[in-house]
């Protein structure tokens, strides 16, 4: 394989796809003088299906780079999650605070407007944005160039190819970078409004009888962004409303909350499989993959747009700082496979966990005995810390 030698100059970028992952990444390098142009499939924004809680971490990274005012004005805090068991155990767990500095809250998100504000800071910033162009084909050219195919049989050719067009990554598949798409889990997403007082700013994470969970973040007073993690077969014998009703009337909680769905008002309920990829080559070769296309697990722990934030802040950072971008994309590679390994094998023991309710039951009597231990949990949910540090913390609370 042929690499083209860039010399002197900066090299051109495209970037597929224009979530958190893409946009970030075309402002960061906008910003900084590279030529940059966005490719997004959809017209307009929209509000994707996503559990919309963004964890202190994210914050952090945001207050870091500037941003946090310029995309987050008018959400939401969060202080913490309150954790149900099976068995309604309930937890309520305030993310922890670090000894001094930088102590940070989550965020309840709406996904349409934050979308937005990272697009327009990246167009504002010099980003060229081309709406309504799916990319269909990448192919490398032999000079090392990247030639990109929308569906219109337009073709674009750039230096660098940022890959950021999602978990189901249509140009990871079509390289073979990505293993085959994992459908065993699905998402059941909806807005459901309170029948009861908001009470504080506390997200909940509800383990569910039956290897699924639900996530709560209480976007405003009278919405309540709600969302089903369960396996793929359910969906086949019940319908999308009849698995929420009965995850409320089976929780104590749950029908405390909210009244069940009726069935004839189920069009607002949106279904999402293909919960987790794997990325096996994520750069090199002039072409890197950002945001969920670079690998995604499961929504269980909540972190993808932090994830999608901090990749192309690595990805641009080293590009930055390197004059051959060979050796920038490599140092990514290496930064972001270390980052991801921990948390990981967490999220694969977290998804092993909850599919055994006696377990389940078990660490939230553990928890629940230490308001302390709790906190020092959810911080781990939360990226407040690394996995090893916060069960470090956790045992010695
Ligand atoms: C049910 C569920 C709940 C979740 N809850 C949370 C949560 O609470 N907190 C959290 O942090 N994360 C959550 N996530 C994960 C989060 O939504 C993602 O990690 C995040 O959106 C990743 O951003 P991204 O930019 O990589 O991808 P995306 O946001 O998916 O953006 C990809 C963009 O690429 C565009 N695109 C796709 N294909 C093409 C193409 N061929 N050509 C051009 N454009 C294309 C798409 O239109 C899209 O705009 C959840 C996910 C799911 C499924």
Request: positive net charge; proline residues 3%; charged residues 25%.
């Amino acid at each position: 394989m042929s690499f083209k030698i860039i010399k002197n100059s900066k090299p051109s970028i495209g970037v597929v796809g224009a979530g958190p992952a893409g946009a970030m990444a075309a402002y960061l390098l906008a910003s900084e003088g590279y030529s940059v142009t966005l490719f997004e499939r959809r017209k307009e924004v929209e509000r994707k299906v996503c559990g919309e809680y963004l964890c202190p971490e994210g914050v952090r990274l945001l207050r870091e780079l500037n941003l946090l005012d310029k995309l987050c004005e008018g959400f939401s805090e969060l202080q913490g999650m309150v954790l149900v068991s099976p068995t309604d155990v309930v937890i309520p767990s305030y993310f922890p605070k670090k000894a001094n500095v930088n102590a940070e809250n989550g965020l309840s998100l709406n996904r349409k407007t934050f979308d937005q504000n990272i697009l327009k800071l990246a167009v504002d910033h010099g980003a060229k944005l081309l709406k309504d162009k799916t990319i269909v084909s990448a192919h490398q050219t032999s000079v090392g160039s990247w030639e990109i195919l929308d569906t219109n049989q337009d073709k674009y050719d750039f230096d660098l190819l940022i890959v950021a067009d999602g978990r189901q990554s249509k140009i990871g598949h079509s390289l073979g970078h990505l293993k085959a798409v994992d459908t065993k889990r699905a998402a059941i997403h909806c807005y459901l409004s309170r029948k009861t007082d908001r009470g504080l700013r506390l997200g909940e994470m509800h383990i569910l009888k039956d290897n699924g969970y639900c996530g709560l973040d209480p976007i405003s007073d009278d919405e309540v962004n709600f969302s089903i993690v369960c396996d793929s077969k359910k969906l086949k014998k019940e319908t999308p409303v009849s698995i929420i009703n009965s995850a409320i009337s089976n929780s104590k909680r749950l029908s405390a909350m909210f009244d069940l769905l009726d069935g004839k008002k189920s069009n607002d309920i949106k279904i999402v499989s293909s919960l987790k990829n794997k990325n096996l080559f994520i750069a090199g070769n002039n072409l890197a993959y950002v945001g969920d296309a670079a690998g995604f697990i499961d929504p269980l722990t909540g972190e993808g747009i932090y994830n999608a934030l901090l990749s192309s802040r690595l990805l641009a950072t080293n590009i930055l700082s390197s004059s051959n971008l060979e050796i920038a994309l490599a140092n990514y590679k290496k930064q972001k496979k270390k980052l991801s390994f921990q948390k990981n094998l967490l999220n694969h023991f977290f998804q092993f966990l909850i599919r055994k309710p006696l377990l389940v039951n078990l660490t939230a009597r553990y928890l629940k005995k230490s308001p302390e231990r709790a906190d020092q949990f959810i911080g781990i949910i939360g990226n407040v810390h690394s996995p090893v540090v916060g069960f470090i913390k956790m045992l010695a609370a």
